[in-house]
């Protein structure tokens, strides 16, 4: 069992920045996939970045140039720095673990509003 705690949600005004950290669970955090996944009101939750155990990363072409995810693995924590905000960056964000079984978690989710 996994459990992943996100935080560093807010409002903030287009063209800011804002970091999201998720905690998890765990003595074998290294071992994990880690992702960050975000939900619109009305639309469906997509994929917005991971990151491999040894640090290799994807990113949506929507976010791309503009947010980094990153690992810090003796903290067991998973961040996503996100610039130049864009008002349609607005969705709650979801962190996910994919253990090596296969095994996939969700945390709670944070709000991100951007607006002025």
């Known amino acids: 069992q996994v459990q992943l705690v996100e935080s560093g949600g807010g409002l903030v005004q287009p063209g800011g920045s804002l970091r999201l950290s998720c905690a998890a669970s765990?003595?074998?955090?290294?071992?994990?996939?880690m992702g960050w996944h975000r939900q619109a009101p009305g639309k469906q939750r997509e994929w917005v970045a991971d990151i491999t155990g040894g640090g290799s990363t994807n990113y949506a072409d929507s976010v791309k140039a503009r947010f980094t995810i990153s690992r810090d693995n003796d903290k067991n924590t998973v961040y996503l720095q996100m610039n130049s905000l864009k008002p349609e960056d607005t969705a709650v964000y979801y962190c996910?673990?994919?253990?090596?079984?296969?095994?996939?978690?969700w945390g709670q989710g944070t709000q991100v509003t951007v607006s002025s």
């Open positions: 765990g003595s074998f955090f290294r071992l994990m996939s």
């Open positions: 996910k673990a994919v253990l090596w079984t296969g095994g996939t978690y």
